[in-house]
């Protein structure tokens, strides 16, 4: 694997992160309010978002980003 590739997987890692944490806590908080139990759901919400989002992201990232390299000249 090449930095580049690395880098890529790296950036996906680390936005699946960020953003899966982001969601869960605010849909957690939407539905269920901040009372007891809070924490674990929220944990365990942002494992299972986690878990779906990065394989998700690193196989459709690079179709979806030759697409957009296609329709942006």
Same mark, same amino acid.
């Given at each position: 694997?090449?930095?580049?590739?690395?880098?890529?997987? &790296?950036? +996906?890692? %680390?936005?699946?992160?960020?953003?899966?944490? $982001?969601?869960?806590?605010?849909?957690?908080?939407?539905? *269920?309010?901040?009372?007891?139990?809070?924490?674990?759901?929220?944990?365990? &919400?942002? +494992?299972? %978002?986690?878990?779906?989002?990065?394989?998700? $992201?690193?196989?459709?990232?690079?179709?979806?980003?030759? *697409?957009?390299?296609?329709?942006?000249?």
């Amino acid at each position: 694997m090449n930095t580049h590739s690395k880098r890529k997987v &790296a950036f +996906a890692l %680390s936005m699946g992160v960020i953003t899966t944490g $982001i969601i869960s806590l605010a849909l957690i908080a939407l539905n *269920r309010g901040v009372s007891d139990g809070f924490g674990f759901a929220w944990l365990r &919400a942002w +494992a299972v %978002s986690y878990a779906i989002v990065i394989p998700a $992201i690193l196989l459709i990232s690079p179709r979806l980003q030759a *697409r957009i390299d296609r329709l942006i000249v």
